[in-house]
């Protein structure tokens, strides 16, 4: 009985790292270059009222320092947001979410880094391995350097790192609900993004019109599943089983994205870009498990890449 109520609880969370991993397609089934920042527009227009009726209580009892907070860091995921999705649509959906993957990695090195601890030389062997692993991948196998794509979503990593980083150093928004928190980040990040768009390409709205029924189930898709759908069940995972044991099932998020990529948008890799995709998920797995207290970024929680977390992140 207790191994049959323990696989029940993990289905969902498994989801939620299927759908995450989806995201990439979902991404590029819907935006093309010139539509990123619309899409982004309407993509977070559609989740905040619902998440915002269920965080109402939370955001009424924010303080102004909780507010800016707040807003800070959606400042910094509204930039996580735009590497990734401009990346998301300049490169493969396998190498996006094996890409973004990496942010595993970069945490703990920056963390160590700040408080000038020493990581384990097995977590710093797996860094280098992920490394190896990309340049394998993104050079095809090759002597050649990365997509404009690849670039962008390794430094959708980055900035992810900065994030996890800035989060867990506010003091105002330390004993902030959680709930209330991503509301106001995504707000300000959506915010920014509304500002931008008239000089980024079409209006909203515009992009909406010219939107079939195939790409509306895609953007509905990224706000319902990838977005809300992923951050309640992770709300409640949390609670229902240990934060390690959710940590492991949304990090399978990159096999789903490279499984994705290949069968559905018909990525091609090479036997040696194969290769790199596995070090990158071997060396990122081995990196989460020996890396010493791995910073945790709550914001990956809702994104589908809609805020953070020890949880890949996802467009």
């Not at 989806?22 to 977070?44: C, D, I, N, W």
Request: hydrophobic content about 55%.
């Amino acid at each position: 009985m207790r191994d049959s109520s323990s696989f029940l609880r993990d289905v969902p969370v498994l989801l939620v790292a299927v759908v995450w991993g989806s995201s990439f397609l979902a991404v590029q089934r819907v935006a093309e270059p010139g539509t990123v920042v619309a899409m982004l527009v309407l993509r977070f227009t559609l989740v905040l009222p619902l998440l915002g009726l269920v965080a109402w209580r939370g955001l009424r009892r924010m303080g102004r320092s909780e507010w800016l907070g707040g807003a800070v860091l959606g400042l910094v995921l509204g930039g996580v947001f735009l590497l990734e999705t401009y990346g998301a649509v300049h490169t493969s959906a396998t190498n996006a979410g094996l890409i973004i993957s990496l942010t595993m990695v970069f945490t703990p090195l920056a963390e160590s880094a700040l408080a000038r601890t020493p990581l384990p030389r097995a977590f710093l062997a797996a860094a280098g391995l992920a490394v190896v692993g990309v340049a394998m991948l993104t050079g095809g196998g090759g002597l050649k350097a990365p997509s404009l794509g690849d670039l962008l979503v390794l430094g959708a990593a980055v900035v992810r790192t900065v994030h996890v980083l800035t989060m867990a150093r506010l003091r105002p928004i330390r004993d902030t609900d959680s709930l209330a928190l991503t509301w106001v980040q995504l707000a300000t990040a959506t915010l920014v993004f509304a500002v931008v768009a008239p000089f980024a390409g079409p209006l909203p709205w515009t992009a909406a019109a010219s939107y079939g029924p195939a790409q509306w189930a895609w953007l509905l898709h990224l706000a319902l599943l990838c977005t809300l759908f992923a951050f309640f069940v992770q709300m409640w995972a949390v609670r229902a089983t240990s934060p390690s044991r959710v940590s492991l099932l949304l990090g399978t998020e990159p096999l789903w994205a490279a499984a994705f990529g290949i069968t559905l948008a018909g990525n091609h890799l090479g036997p040696l870009a194969l290769l790199g995709g596995a070090l990158v998920l071997v060396a990122t797995e081995w990196g989460r498990r020996t890396a010493v207290a791995p910073a945790r970024d709550a914001a990956q929680v809702v994104e589908a890449d809609a805020a953070a977390e020890p949880a890949p992140a996802s467009v």
